[in-house]
């Protein structure tokens, strides 16, 4: 069974141009979460999806930043423009709600490493 | 802001020693679980915790989760250079309670 992948693995990009990852989920898994580390540091939340429907994007830090899940399949995370505070690595990760609300097991992706010059 | 508190931020050992890292949480949890994520890589699920005082143990990892459901540990005996990387906990907050939100880390090293 194929994981959770990302594409692109990394990307370099200047200051003010747009970038989008893209997430392809667990087949199955109706739960698709983005989550970004920032230097190291914590792993913050920044949204969630159930199917297509956005369930949760209160830790979607500006409306630079836009995610979508067309058809409930794959996911998209767009930043335009960006700016030199978003560089990090933007982990999705998906679950199947299958334990109840609250007890998921999350599969990450690999992740996207974002450089913003 | 952060809503469960891990310590110690890092932690470098001689292969051989144990090695602890602690979650704390102000209000009581449904749950808890724990994450690994090695240099370079991704966050992979290890464990999860759901009852008051419970203990896992997976190979040299032993996992708790307190009496009052507020606090948990992760407990390496006799480390390895296999084991460095970044441990996380994590709660399940929000509305629907399926929002997962993750303690700050704890890097562990390990010195061979």
């Known amino acids: 069974e194929a994981g959770v992948t990302q594409f692109p693995s990394h990307s370099v990009i200047e200051k003010g141009q747009t970038v989008t990852l893209r997430c392809d989920p667990i087949s199955g898994h109706d739960n698709l979460y983005w989550y970004r580390r920032v230097m190291g540091k914590e792993i913050k939340f920044l949204l969630h999806f159930v199917k297509e429907s956005k369930q949760d994007e209160s830790g979607m830090p500006n409306n630079r930043f836009l995610a979508e899940r067309t058809g409930g399949t794959y996911s998209t995370l767009k930043v335009q423009p960006a700016e030199l505070e978003d560089s990090g690595v933007y982990f999705c990760?998906?679950?199947?709600?299958?334990?109840?609300?609250?007890?998921?097991?999350?599969?990450f992706g690999s992740g996207t490493q974002l450089s913003v010059l | 802001g952060q809503q469960v508190m891990q310590i110690p931020q890092y932690q470098h050992v001689q292969e051989g020693e144990d090695f602890t890292t602690y979650c704390n949480s102000s209000t009581t949890l449904s749950n808890i679980q724990w994450y690994k994520q090695r240099p370079g890589g991704h966050p992979v699920f290890l464990i999860q915790l759901v009852k008051s005082g419970e203990v896992k143990k997976q190979k040299r990892l032993t996992f708790q989760f307190g009496e009052a459901k507020k606090n948990s540990s992760l407990h390496i005996t006799a480390t390895q250079t296999t084991d460095v990387g970044t441990y996380f906990c994590?709660?399940?907050?929000?509305?629907?309670?399926?929002?997962?939100?993750f303690g700050a880390g704890t890097i562990l090293r390990v010195k061979s």
């Open positions: 990760a998906s679950s199947q709600d299958n334990q109840g609300p609250g007890r998921e097991k999350l599969f």
């Open positions: 994590a709660i399940h907050k929000g509305e629907y309670g399926n929002k997962l939100v």
